[in-house]
């Protein structure tokens, strides 16, 4: 891992954990946490407050948001 990669916190409320994990590799540490610990289930999941700011990031990008306000 280099050490210039963004990385991007991780909780999982039922086991009590909180990390920081590199941006490529968090869908695939995200589903194998979830599938062996939680039987499937998306307990672990990128902390709430980021994932909404990538989210208006990416509509923004994509033109869906009203600007002009």
């Not at 990385?7 to 695939?28: A, M």
């Not at 540490?29 to 939680?38: C, D, P, T, W, Y």
Request: aromatic share 0%.
């Amino acid at each position: 891992m280099s050490d210039d990669q963004p990385t991007v916190p991780i909780r999982c409320p039922e086991c009590g954990t909180e990390t920081r994990l590199p941006l490529d590799t968090v869908g695939d540490a995200l589903e194998r946490h979830n599938e062996s610990r939680h039987d499937g289930e998306q307990v672990a999941t990128v902390d709430p407050a980021i994932r909404e700011q990538v989210a208006e990031l990416a509509a923004a990008d994509l033109g869906l948001t009203d600007e002009s306000n």
